[in-house]
């Protein structure tokens, strides 16, 4: 089963401010690739995904992620952060299952 | 369109009792997943059914259990519960035909609390 690790536990940025949160998985073959966010208070729910073709892919409220296959990663962007952004933030990787990262929580502050 | 229900939001039980958690999917969906929540574990993968068979199960002893029925609604139970056992657990529904599109929606989870 793959393992996904997720490089940050918990980040704290200020508005406007730029994020990128690591995700790495654990090994190759044809695998889906899902970014799940978790706002305070709310259920889990899809930040966008990676099925195949373009490796740069565009969520929902600005987020993008990019599929870097050779390194086995799908990092997470968004280019400046809101004080809505605050959530907990989860990489996710399906082969026969969907596997979790342990999340990073991200904390901004406005 | 309703989402994922899932009943009871909250439950306080013993150790050595068991709970059984209903999870009531999105009109049309026929998988059902089911994940624990703990803050040192994140979200482990607890098993997965399609049309009232199991598919595909995760690393959890023999006392975690589930079943669906006929109109997709799924219960998971837990038998001789431990301290450990205190976490989120969250139902979530697919409308693929494998759990492999990743593309789930959850429900907002049931709280077991184990004293």
């Known amino acids: 089963a793959q393992s996904v690790s997720q490089h940050n536990h918990h980040v704290i940025l200020s508005e406007a401010a730029s994020l990128e949160l690591g995700c790495n998985y654990s090994?190759?073959?044809?695998?889906?690739l899902f970014w799940y966010v978790q706002y305070p208070g709310q259920h889990l729910q899809l930040l966008l995904k990676?099925?195949?073709?373009?490796?740069l892919v565009k969520g929902i409220k600005g987020f993008e992620a990019e599929f870097i296959k050779s390194k086995f990663s799908f990092n997470l962007r968004k280019p400046s952060v809101q004080w809505s952004d605050t959530a907990e933030y989860f990489c996710?990787?399906?082969?026969?299952?969907?596997?979790f990262g342990a999340g990073t929580t991200v904390t901004v502050r406005a | 369109k309703a989402g994922v229900t899932q009943t009871p939001r909250y439950l306080i039980k013993t150790r050595g009792q068991q709970v059984t958690l209903s999870c009531s999917p999105i009109?049309?969906?026929?998988?059902v997943s089911w994940y624990q929540q703990t803050p040192g574990q994140g979200l482990q993968f607890l098993f997965e059914y399609f049309s009232e068979t199991q598919r595909n199960k995760g690393n959890f002893p023999g006392r975690f259990s589930g079943r669906q029925f006929s109109n997709s609604r799924s219960e998971m139970n837990v038998s001789t519960l431990e301290l450990g056992d205190s976490a989120l657990y969250l139902c979530?529904?697919?409308?693929?035909?494998?759990?492999?599109?990743?593309?789930?929606?959850f429900g907002e989870g049931s709280r077991l609390t184990v004293l």
């Open positions: 009109s049309g969906h026929r998988s």
């Open positions: 996710a990787v399906s082969d026969y299952k969907l596997s």
């Open positions: 979530a529904s697919s409308s693929g035909q494998g759990l492999s599109t990743g593309e789930l929606f």
């Open positions: 090994y190759g073959g044809t695998v889906n």
């Open positions: 990676y099925f195949s073709g373009d490796p």
